[in-house]
């Protein structure tokens, strides 16, 4: 089975620009009620994934830090503890399935790792519902 079946693409998909800042982080996770987002680079390319904890943990770790200073962090200088590892459009279905089972979303690349999309585990359990039914 083609792993495109399951994707969303990229302009139906949330994500952020490396270069945001940790305000247009917070704002647009908050307004869409996402926990992580993907980032992307410049260049178009699939570069991580930002999660609330992300954010909590720069919080934290920041005492001086006030919401309006939020502005001035991009999130390119915030660590992440949290790897969503990409698959290609043309892998395979296990080696989504595999990647489902521990990440909420599934990066996807082209051949030149430009970030064309997500998959998400919802669909996947979905479509095997589904399938499970109609045997």
């Given at each position: 089975?083609?792993?495109?079946?399951?994707?969303?693409?990229?302009?139906?998909?949330?994500?952020?620009?490396?270069?945001?800042?940790?305000?247009?982080?917070?704002?647009?996770?908050?307004?869409?009620?996402y926990?992580?987002?993907?980032?992307?680079?410049?260049?178009?390319?699939?570069?991580g994934?930002?999660?609330?904890?992300?954010?909590?943990?720069?919080?934290?770790?920041?005492?001086?830090?006030?919401?309006?200073?939020?502005?001035?962090?991009?999130?390119?200088?915030?660590?992440?503890?949290?790897?969503?590892?990409?698959?290609?459009?043309?892998?395979?279905?296990?080696?989504?399935?595999?990647?489902?089972?521990?990440?909420?979303?599934?990066?996807?690349?082209?051949?030149?790792?430009?970030?064309?999309?997500?998959?998400?585990?919802?669909?996947?359990?979905?479509?095997?519902?589904?399938?499970?039914?109609?045997?």
């Amino acid at each position: 089975m083609n792993i495109a079946f399951f994707l969303i693409a990229k302009k139906e998909t949330v994500y952020l620009p490396f270069e945001s800042t940790m305000r247009q982080a917070l704002e647009k996770m908050e307004y869409h009620h996402y926990t992580a987002v993907p980032l992307v680079d410049s260049e178009g390319k699939y570069a991580g994934t930002l999660t609330e904890g992300d954010l909590l943990w720069k919080l934290k770790n920041t005492p001086e830090l006030t919401f309006s200073d939020t502005e001035r962090i991009l999130i390119k200088n915030i660590p992440r503890r949290m790897v969503n590892t990409p698959v290609h459009i043309s892998e395979e279905i296990e080696n989504l399935l595999s990647l489902a089972v521990i990440q909420n979303f599934v990066p996807v690349v082209d051949d030149n790792e430009i970030f064309i999309g997500i998959i998400r585990r919802r669909e996947i359990i979905e479509y095997f519902v589904r399938k499970y039914k109609g045997m």
